[in-house]
């Protein structure tokens, strides 16, 4: 399914439709990859049969092929991908808003752009630019493991190592408590 209109708000806002009037006259495709948890699942021997690791979730990607019929029109797109797009060296990613039907229904609120790809001049479509957007969600606070005291043979570091980040997480004990003592 296709929608005629796309709407990217962020700094500055950019509206994409068949429209004279729009800032962008062309036509949009939207189509969107939902994002969802990651699992990871072993065999294990035994009489536990199979153990399913929760790695976190994975992000949705939104892909927006952009068609206009004239090089002005496509310069625009670039100057857009050109303020958003991620440069080298950069601290943080820029996100925006797509305002789209396939976006509200997924229910994905912010974006920030991946690629792009320009395709070659194709004289009955015209030019054609293909925008990647990877969902963007606030980072999560995570804290520096500390060395661990003693370290390993040879005078190695602890299992982790030195500055690698870490969720806290509180882990239950592989063994019940010992009973108390009367």
Request: glycine letters at 12%; proline letters at 8%.
């Amino acid at each position: 399914m296709t929608h005629d209109e796309l709407v990217i708000v962020g700094p500055s806002r950019w509206r994409i439709a068949p429209d004279p009037k729009a800032d962008i006259v062309g036509q949009v495709r939207v189509s969107v990859r939902g994002g969802g948890l990651r699992e990871s699942t072993v065999e294990v021997p035994g009489q536990d049969g199979v153990v399913s690791t929760k790695l976190g979730y994975s992000p949705a990607e939104v892909t927006v092929e952009v068609r206009v019929a004239d090089f002005g029109q496509l310069d625009r797109i670039r100057r857009f991908a050109e303020v958003y797009r991620n440069r080298r060296g950069a601290e943080k990613h820029t996100p925006v808003q797509l305002v789209h039907p396939a976006t509200h229904r997924w229910g994905i609120r912010e974006v920030y752009l991946v690629d792009l790809e320009e395709a070659p001049l194709d004289w009955r479509e015209g030019y054609r630019l293909t925008l990647r957007f990877q969902e963007w969600w606030p980072e999560t606070r995570t804290k520096k493991a500390t060395k661990q005291q003693g370290g390993g043979a040879g005078g190695e570091g602890g299992l982790l190592g030195q500055g690698v980040s870490v969720l806290e997480v509180d882990r239950p004990s592989k063994s019940p408590p010992p009973p108390p003592k009367r």
